[in-house]
């Protein structure tokens, strides 16, 4: 069955830091990745995707992840971290066989605690 | 402003009471999901609809049901069958094309005793 792997749980890092927050999933054809984040008390909004083309993807708030197909990951990147990005981060992929985001798969999610 | 809402925030059932959920979204989306979120789980898809009138089962529809009589409101229904229903239930919504993005609602926390 096709799966989204987070391995992080809980990070735990202070403002400047860089972060990485791992993603793998185990679907190996054709597909569409998200990060989403859950800042307290707020609902999920998404932080970037990858579709299509440049590997390398931007996103708000001076997010980055970058799509390896070869190891089936799509990483999250923000080289230095400010208190205000506290929040929990999901990774999502999707079949990229067109249609609605019926079947996007979840990944458990991790929690990122930013010290001031 | 344009989003989706979620009522109520909190809501308390005893077991063996069937409760429903409301969602309504004024964003003009043709697709609607429910997601349930449990800690250490992520998210799992419920029920899904892409159009009115239309709905389809997710990964875990047991003892759940759903309507689309509207385009802007998709209800969750959590039966008595649901044997784990306590949970933080999340509504989305897109607009059905390909790669777009879900918009999600604030959530409904339902604890059943």
Known sequence: AQSVS???????????????????????GTVNLFWYVQYPGQHLQL?????????????????????IKSKFSFNLRKPSVQW????????AVKRGYGGATNKLIFGTGTLLAVQP | DGGITQS??????????????SCEQNLNHDAMYWYRQDPGQGLRLI???????????????EGYSVSREKKESFPLTVTSAQKNPTAFYLCASNTGQAGSPLHFGNGTRLTVT
Do not use: M, W
């Open chain 1, 6 to 28: 987070q391995h992080n749980h809980h990070v735990i890092l202070s403002e400047a830091a860089s972060l990485e927050l791992g993603c793998n999933y185990s679907y190996g």
């Open chain 1, 84 to 91: 205000s990005d506290t929040a929990e981060y999901f990774c």
């Open chain 1, 47 to 67: 932080l970037l995707k990858y579709f299509s083309g440049d590997p390398l993807v931007k996103g708000i708030k001076g997010f980055e992840a970058e799509f």
């Open chain 2, 47 to 61: 029920y899904y609809s892409q159009i009115v009138n239309d709905f389809q089962k997710g990964d875990i529809a």
């Open chain 2, 8 to 21: 109520p925030k909190y809501l308390f059932r005893k077991e063996g009471q069937n409760v429903t959920l």
